[in-house]
């Protein structure tokens, strides 16, 4: 659901292309060229341009060379450049790959330059995205949550009243979607959310007072806790809260493919920044919730997070420059009116609240959650340790196995964490 899926988006007439060439074509007459990397589609692409165009408009001696692709071999592809010594002045940076190139001494840390890049209009749950111990290694490029959004055209349809979005129990999403699974006569499931992705189990893991990931980079998750996350899966497809195991397929990660844009799932969790795509998908009538338990869970299991990362390579050779450029993503009004909140809401809370009025009603809808959010005590993200890729490909195979009963969830937890403790080297 979160894996940010894009198109190569050739012809757009960007600066620069997709797919990573290298950065040294250097132009002449003594100005400067940034080689800026990302992934995404035509349309990011587009948005992205534009606030550029403003970057190099107000810094006359700097152009912006800018190569981006699909999200599948970026991280092999970035990986390739740093290790033929030609890494990109600024990069987007996954968290799951953050702290192999920040303990391998790859990337700047902005706590030396603060008087160059201002991070201090950021909350305390943003600026720790991107930290590793005492050293901070980049800026979010956006800000997302994750949310439960219902359609209440079916829930209306169906006579099924919504709970209470801030004091709801699992219990109470799993008794709501049993309800609509009965009131449709099984036309449309009450609720489906993935077992597979990461970020879910991550916040249901702090919801019983553990970390996924601690800050030593370890497996902090119990045998217990992602026992209970597969139980909750299985009593929920038990009782017709969920639809039957095999019925969600792989159709395609945008929200338009959906089975919640196709009507036959009433509710689901979603990455926030894709509230409004998700909304028009399934017809306007959607609302947003927090997560189920947050408020029966040992603590909080939300969290602020982001799609990905700003960061700056140690070995850029315009340091200052690319320095620059990512102070004015961070910091700068026009850039965000350009790009909206194609990657979340902006980090900065400032920039944040002053473009909030200017969003459609459903960006707008998400960026008050966010704000809201980070007034909270919230448990921290920490950065994910190198093997992560791993444990999520596990998650996705072991999840399989549990949906068609071929395992139990006690045999796939304690499978998954052997797997997830073998990953990370612990």
Same mark, same amino acid.
């Given at each position: ?76 592809? @970035? ?7 030609? +890494? ?7 968290? *799951? ?5 920040? #303990? ?13 890049? #201002? ?46 979005? *801030?004091?709801?129990?699992? #219990? #109470? ?70 639809? +039957? ?52 869970? !040992? ?24 320095? !620059? ?98 990953? @990370?080297?612990?």
């Amino acid at each position: 659901m979160i894996r940010m899926a894009g198109l190569t988006g050739l012809g757009l007439g960007l600066t620069g292309c997709a797919g990573f060439g290298g950065g040294d074509d250097e132009p002449e007459g003594g100005t400067v060229q940034l080689n800026m990397v990302w992934w995404g589609d035509a349309k990011r692409a587009a948005k992205t341009q534009a606030a550029l165009d403003i970057f190099q408009r107000e810094n006359a001696g700097i152009t912006v060379k800018v190569e981006y692709q699909d999200s599948g071999p970026y991280k092999d592809k @970035l990986a390739t450049r740093f290790a033929a010594g030609d +890494p990109p002045d600024v990069m987007a940076m996954r968290m *799951d790959s953050l702290r192999e190139y920040a #303990d391998r001494g790859a990337l700047l840390d902005l706590n030396q330059h603060s008087s160059a890049v #201002d991070l201090s209009g950021l909350s305390e749950s943003a600026r720790t995205l991107a930290a590793v111990g005492d050293k901070t290694y980049g800026a979010p490029a956006g800000l997302n949550a994750l949310g439960f959004v219902v359609n209440k055209t079916l829930t209306d349809r169906f006579g099924v009243r919504i709970p209470d979005g *801030d004091t709801w129990s699992w #219990d #109470d999403l799993a008794a709501f979607a049993r309800d609509v699974t009965r009131a449709s006569g099984r036309k449309v499931y009450g609720t489906h959310f993935d077992h597979a992705t990461l970020a879910n189990l991550i916040a249901f893991t702090r919801q019983q007072g553990e970390d996924f990931y601690t800050a030593d980079g370890t497996l902090g998750a119990s045998e217990a806790t992602v026992a209970a996350w597969f139980e909750l899966g299985n009593r929920m497809r038990t009782d017709g809260a969920f639809p +039957p195991a095999g019925f969600i397929e792989e159709v395609g990660s945008s929200a338009a493919q959906s089975y919640l844009a196709k009507g036959s799932i009433a509710s689901q969790i979603i990455p926030t920044n894709n509230f409004l795509s998700y909304d028009e998908a399934a017809g306007g009538n959607l609302t947003l919730l927090r997560l189920p338990g947050e408020t029966q869970g !040992k603590r909080r299991g939300q969290s602020v997070d982001c799609p990905h990362l700003w960061s700056v390579a140690a070995a850029s050779k315009h340091r200052d420059e690319a320095l !620059k450029l990512l102070n004015f993503l961070v910091n700068d009004l026009e850039a965000a009116k350009a790009t909206g909140t194609t990657r979340g809401v902006p980090a900065s809370t400032k920039i944040a609240e002053e473009l909030k009025p200017t969003l459609a009603p459903e960006d707008q809808v998400a960026t008050e959650y966010l704000t809201n959010l980070q007034k909270e005590n919230l448990p921290r993200s920490y950065t994910y340790p190198p093997g992560s890729s791993k444990i999520q490909s596990s998650l996705e195979s072991i999840a399989t196995e549990v949906e068609f009963k071929r395992q139990t969830p006690q045999q796939a937890a304690r499978a998954f964490v052997d797997a997830g403790r073998k990953a @990370l080297g612990r």
